[in-house]
């Protein structure tokens, strides 16, 4: 059974930096497209960002050049780096992974982190 747990969102001040981890267990978490999404209060869930297992990463525009992610995967974790925040970014991020099985993939959602940006 695969769980993420994701920690690291508060409250920052515009223009300030944060760091998201996502911690995963359970089998086949090694070969699993890894992602960050976000929903702002009383809008959808909104794909951020991906990792591939090679290491290949896709960003909304939104965050281009603004937001990193990574995985290590010795540690089972994934990795958010958020710089140059703006209000915008306030939402809730979920990690999500896409693990691959036999006769397509598990997609699983870690319970979420609150990332306020305000003054």
């Known amino acids: 059974q695969v769980q993420l747990v994701e920690s690291g969102g508060g409250l920052v001040q515009p223009g300030r930096s944060l760091r998201l981890s996502c911690a995963a267990s359970?089998?086949?978490?090694?070969?699993?497209?890894m992602a960050w999404y976000r929903q702002a209060p009383g809008k959808q869930r909104d794909l951020v960002a991906v990792?591939?297992?090679?290491?290949?990463?896709i960003y909304a525009d939104s965050v281009k050049g603004r937001f990193t992610i990574s995985r290590d995967n010795a540690k089972n974790t994934v990795y958010l780096q958020m710089d140059s925040l703006k209000p915008d970014d306030t939402a809730v991020y979920f990690c999500?992974?896409?693990?691959?099985?036999?006769?397509?993939?598990?997609?699983?959602w870690g319970q979420g982190t609150m990332v306020t940006v305000s003054l």
């Open positions: 990792v591939t297992t090679s290491r290949d990463t």
């Open positions: 999500n992974a896409k693990v691959p099985v036999r006769d397509g993939y598990l997609e699983v």
């Open positions: 359970g089998s086949g978490i090694s070969r699993a497209t």
